[in-house]
């Protein structure tokens, strides 16, 4: 293997693509190339490093474990790469440059709308956002594909710098016509006969409505685990349960009234938004800007927007 002589960027760039989608087609498609091309650039990839990268699986494709090996280098080398052409346009100062930032799901219902802001006052920063669940967030952030990430928990995991940028208050909801919906103050065990739809296993707001069943001493008599804040609200509207959800992912629904928020005891839940970036990664004049935005604008924002909606919480 002579990779300096070999490798091109290019390929590089195609190769991180297409294992980000596990699709040829997807990849082209992100790229504007086509198919084709995307397939012989990987051929001439996988012929320089000696091994098969990817492996077909029904009408998709998978990473071979050479592959999953190369993709955090091939990440690395091109984080690099864009924090040199980053590190240049910095000479220019704050006001030009690019910047990456992963969103946990929760997230996204709300940060887009601080992004576009953020975008029109600072027309020169390219501000670059994807979503992923906090274990492919803190992987990024190690490997240098994205500069900042917001979360609702310190990543202990990693070597990481975490600020608290807003609260963010889960409370209990039910369909519009939930016979507790104008009820006040009332003991979490009024509901022992409901279905609790919960995300699933592992994830952070399935560990904020676990803790509140311990802390009630409360066992649901029944619970369905779903797949997304979408499956679970449009479960709730349908009549199907209740749920413990983030406030932030409910802008449309409270505001149109097809959920009603239960007041039960100890709700809302307070917890916290986090933008994180690593300690040994040089935040860039840009990324300095953003994350200060953030932190001074995030919670103004989400309380203008979310704040009419929460009951104050009072002692039982």
């Known amino acids: 293997m002579n990779f300096v002589r070999s490798l091109t960027l290019r390929q590089l760039q195609i190769f991180v693509v297409a294992a980000r989608h596990l699709s040829y087609a997807r990849a082209a498609e992100e790229l504007h190339l086509t198919p084709p091309a995307v397939s012989m650039q990987l051929k001439q ?153 919960l995300r699933e296993e592992g994830s952070g707001s399935r560990r904020v409505a676990e803790e509140m069943f311990k802390n009630h001493l409360f066992t649901p008599p029944r619970t369905i685990s779903m797949g997304s804040n979408e499956t679970i609200k449009q479960a709730v509207m349908a009549g199907m349960g209740v749920a413990l959800m983030s406030l932030h992912t409910l802008p449309l629904e409270l505001k149109t009234a097809e959920v009603r928020i239960l007041d039960v005891i100890g709700t809302p839940i307070d917890r916290t938004w986090y933008v994180v970036n690593m300690n040994a990664k040089r935040l860039l004049p840009a990324g300095q800007r953003f994350r200060q935005y953030l932190l001074e604008q995030s919670a103004v924002a989400l309380e203008q927007e979310f704040g009419r909606y929460v009951i104050p919480r009072t002692a039982s």
């Open 45 to 197: 990839l996988e012929d320089n490093v000696g091994l098969p990268l990817f492996e077909r699986m029904g009408r998709g494709v998978a990473l071979t474990d050479a592959g999953d090996m190369l993709v955090h280098h091939a990440l690395r080398v091109l984080g690099e790469i864009k924090d040199a052409e980053s590190n240049l346009q910095a000479l220019l100062g704050a006001e030009v440059g690019q910047l990456s930032v992963g969103l946990v799901s929760t997230a996204k219902y709300f940060m887009p709308r601080l992004l576009a802001k953020f975008s029109q006052e600072h027309p020169g920063i390219e501000v670059q956002f994807s979503v992923g669940n906090r274990e492919s967030l803190l992987q990024k952030l190690q490997d240098n594909a994205i500069d900042l990430a917001v979360m609702g928990r310190i990543p202990t995991e990693i070597d990481a710098h975490a600020e608290p940028m807003a609260g963010h208050p889960y409370i209990l909801i039910g369909p519009s016509d939930h016979p507790l919906r104008d009820a006040r103050r009332f003991d979490m065990h009024e509901l022992r006969h409901e279905t609790f739809l």
